[in-house]
């Protein structure tokens, strides 16, 4: 068992197409991170990430996706069948990974560190379904988390504002 991570650039992930990797790459950026499905009453909101990642990427700004069974099994696919899902009907381009369990003993640990290190009102315990959003700043620092029916558009207030330097309470 690897020791518990530093920061959250520290954590190992695989990409979608399975390159081991951490999110150290992303050191500096705003980030958006969502547990997603392909096949969830929530997946048209694969659209609204995209809007989001395309329109601020060029900010410092990444949407990073990762697929999830975990919930009514509402991810089935193999990697490369969620990525060509992906691409196909919501056209993303934003980094997409491996799947992961985001709850539970098998929880990833970018997952458990997720959880463990978002600061009150916003650390509401595991996650309850696909599409669960956290929102980290330039410094690796969750800011908030947001319940899976809130809309990408909802959060482009709170992305407007720490992509602008503002201070990271929201």
Known sequence: MSLEPKGIYDIEVRTITGEATTLAA??????LIVNTASACGLTPHFAGLQHLYSEYKNQGFSVLGFPCN??????????AEIKAFCEMNYQVTFPLFAKIDVNGEQAHPLYRYLREHTPDPYDTGDIEWNFVK???????????R???RTEPAEIEPDLRTLLSGSPASL
């Open 26 to 31: 992303y050191r500096g950026q705003v980030l």
């Open 70 to 79: 975990q919930f009514a099994q509402q991810e089935p696919g193999t990697e």
């Open 134 to 144: 956290f929102l980290v700043d330039r410094e690796g620092a969750i800011v908030k």
């Open 146 to 148: 947001y319940g899976a």
